[in-house]
């Protein structure tokens, strides 16, 4: 690990993912799957270390209480695995769409 952070300088980038990543009808899809895995191999070349993205939690419970789904999150983990990133992922517990520049309704 060390070998690694000694090869690189500087510090390192991670970029926030949109807020509508994640499929809110179900949370086991992507949405815009296919222009996700050329942004991401995009970010890879132009040196950011990896992605940042909010698990929204109404996403991950929406169906019923005590039932998680997280499959739209790690089909999103595996693709930036695959694109060479790391993953940064935030639990965000309030609504998405209250907060001032949030498109997502």
């Not at 690189?8 to 970029?15: H, T």
């Not at 509508?20 to 949370?27: A, E, F, L, N």
């Not at 991401?40 to 039932?67: H, K, R, T, Y």
């Not at 998680?68 to 639990?91: C, E, I, P, T």
Request: aromatic share 6%; hydrophobic share 45%; glycine share 14%.
């Amino acid at each position: 690990m060390a070998e690694c952070a000694a090869s690189k300088s500087g510090v390192p980038v991670f970029v926030m993912m949109p807020l509508d990543t994640v499929k809110t009808c179900c949370g086991s899809g992507l949405n815009h799957r296919k222009t996700m895995a050329r942004d991401l191999a995009a970010l890879q070349s132009a040196g950011v270390e990896g992605i940042m993205v909010d698990v929204w939690w109404g996403i991950v419970e929406g169906e019923e209480p005590g039932m998680y789904n997280f499959d739209g999150y790690m089909k999103l983990v595996g693709m930036a695995r695959d694109a060479g990133l790391k993953v940064q992922a935030v639990m965000s517990f309030h609504q998405c769409g209250g907060n001032v520049g949030d498109t997502v309704k």
